[in-house]
């Protein structure tokens, strides 16, 4: 799930200027792009080279972790030709909660996310790595198509948010934190309801109902790769410091992991139905 908070509020009149929900003037906006964005900056001040080379560089690093991961789940073949999976690590949930509190220390400490986000990184991709094993092991080839689901949303949501198909409001931005966070409470109370043996079904079955949900929560993980396009290119603008490079990084990664979490669920409900 990705982190609203992340998107806003991090600005800072002293950091980066008034950006926080005030909408810069867009002519500065389009000046500051084209003054910083391959110059890679004075190396004082956020630029579009250097989030790029954070964003690879935490991408690199959470590929490598998610391949460890990947190692730690042990399956075999029955006799009838199907994979099943014979260990999961059951501590990598630690991994998650390690993630999560590092995505809500970064929230808070921004200046922080040059050394927080390749933990987070490394943590996150132990799961990932793990839990797309498992979904491999029971629909060959899913893997590769939630992959390739992911990238060619990313790519959709970004030729979009620069042609300005989309602009991204104060109004949208306000929906799609507000939506997401809804959805995140949703997703505690049903983990909550689970742990007293009440199951939220439609969450996981392969119901019209749990695909319409699946395509929501992964249209909603899309809608936020615009707020982290968003906030790229107002902090380029607004000259922000070199650590939102980082910042930027992790809260595009937080969503990518999460819209391809739900690529993964969404495409097993599809091939259950």
């Known amino acids: ?11 800072t009149p002293a950091d980066a200027g008034e950006v926080g929900y005030g909408a810069p003037d867009r002519s500065a906006m389009n000046a500051g792009m084209a003054a910083t964005d391959f110059s890679g900056g004075d190396g004082h001040t956020m630029s579009l080279r250097g989030t790029l080379w954070a964003s690879a560089v935490l991408g690199a690093l959470l590929l490598v972790s998610a391949a460890c991961g990947w190692m730690l789940v042990h399956t075999t073949t029955n006799v009838f030709g199907q994979r099943q999976v014979t260990s999961f690590p059951s501590w990598i949930i630690i991994s998650v909660l390690v993630g999560f509190g ?3 220390l970064c929230s808070f400490k921004p200046h922080l996310s040059r050394f927080l986000a390749p933990l987070y990184a490394v943590a996150e991709g132990l799961f990932v790595g793990a839990i797309s094993h498992v979904y491999e092991s ?3 080839g899913i893997v590769v198509q939630a992959v390739g689901a992911t990238l060619a949303v ?3 949501m970004l030729v979009l948010f620069v042609t300005r198909t989309i602009k991204v409001t104060n109004r949208l931005r306000s929906t799609i934190m507000a939506a997401t966070l809804g959805l995140a409470v949703f997703y505690g109370i049903s983990l909550l309801l689970n742990l007293f043996g009440v199951d939220v079904s439609f ?3 392969a119901s019209l ?3 319409g949900f699946s395509v929501l929560a992964a249209g909603l993980a899309a809608f936020n790769l615009l707020l982290d396009f968003d906030v790229i290119e107002r902090g380029i603008a607004a000259k922000a410091p070199t650590y939102f490079e980082w910042f930027a990084g ?5 969503t990518i992991v999460w819209l391809y979490l739900e690529m993964l669920r969404l495409i097993a409900k599809l091939q259950r139905n």
């Open 154 to 156: 990313f790519v959709v």
């Open 209 to 211: 109902l749990g695909i």
């Open 250 to 254: 992790l809260g595009l990664l937080v």
């Open 1 to 11: 799930m990705a982190n609203p908070i992340l998107k806003e509020s991090a600005f």
């Open 102 to 104: 590092l995505v809500m």
């Open 203 to 205: 969450i996981h079955d």
């Open 138 to 140: 029971a629909y060959k």
